[in-house]
């Protein structure tokens, strides 16, 4: 391993950076280890040559990030946070959950809050001139390495229930430029007295960012629009398909009526075996059987 200068003070590297921007994601656990390696595999397919640095916490062992040397992956130990005892009682599982539930999808057992927070040692990778973080539980379906040239703070809106939800961010998805003066400032304001995240990194990230840039739905279209709002679903369109709430990996799904062909699509990624082609692939509100229609043709002078 290889340790970073006192700069990067709780972070270590396995390997040093080999390109100038990188795909961040965040491993905590198991779980979410067995998401990184569909996500870094589809990053691959999508011909993208990027670094793709996987943040893993003390909490995942090694057998477990293993696999993620097919995907040349570069691994990055990381530290939890250096915030008071107050701020972590507060964002603990069963206190942030009684405070600020959950009641549109369940969490799975394995959804740590206070992990979350470890998304901002992004700012401390300053080795990368700009990085892109997806979580572990999203895919992606074709190349956004254009990204890379979009400004920070971009990220999607948080739409899955109704229209009205285009004024909240989803940080499953976000552009960055790491910065230690940035990451400085932000330690200075996440643990103020008495502050409360109730959505942890994504509460936090909104507030400091208030004029954060808006991507389009399509980088970071979670899955319950595949019922809830289905008349924006289209796979010619969609570049990041995110599993917020319950994951494809679950063998308890307890939605998996509702969502199987998207379970089957990250099954295809995970194993690298039979994933389709994209664009043929049918819609919410399409019947078995029924053909892609194909772009309306252009018109007009």
Known sequence: MSRFSPQHD???????????????????????????????????????????????????AAQDLAPLAEFGCRLVHTELLDVSDAFNARHARKALHQQAPFNKGRKPDFHSPLDNFCKLRLWQLTEY???????????????????FDYPEFSAAPNVYESLADFHRLNSGVFVARPSLFTFTAMLARLDT????????????????????HGLPVTMNMLQYVWFNLPELWDWRSIAVLHYQYEKPWEAD??????????????????????????????????????????????TGP
């Open 253 to 298: 799904h307890p939605r998996a009526a509702e969502l199987q062909p998207l379970i089957d699509l990250w099954q295809a990624y995970f194993s690298g075996e039979a994933i389709p082609d994209i664009a043929a692939l049918h819609g919410p509100l399409q019947r078995a059987g029924e053909a892609v229609a194909a772009p309306a043709a252009a």
């Open 193 to 212: 007295p008495g502050a409360f995240w109730p959505r942890t990194d994504q509460t936090f990230l909104q507030t400091f960012f208030p004029d954060w």
């Open 10 to 60: 709780g972070l270590v590297a396995a390997a040093p950076a080999a390109a100038r921007a990188a795909y961040v994601t965040l491993v905590t656990n198991a779980d979410y280890a067995l998401g990184a390696r569909a996500l870094a595999r589809s990053i691959r397919l999508s011909g993208s040559k990027a670094d793709i640095a996987v943040l893993h916490t003390g909490g995942v």
């Open 129 to 147: 001139e700009s990085c892109v973080f997806i979580d572990a539980d999203a895919i992606v379906l074709r190349n956004i390495d254009r990204l």
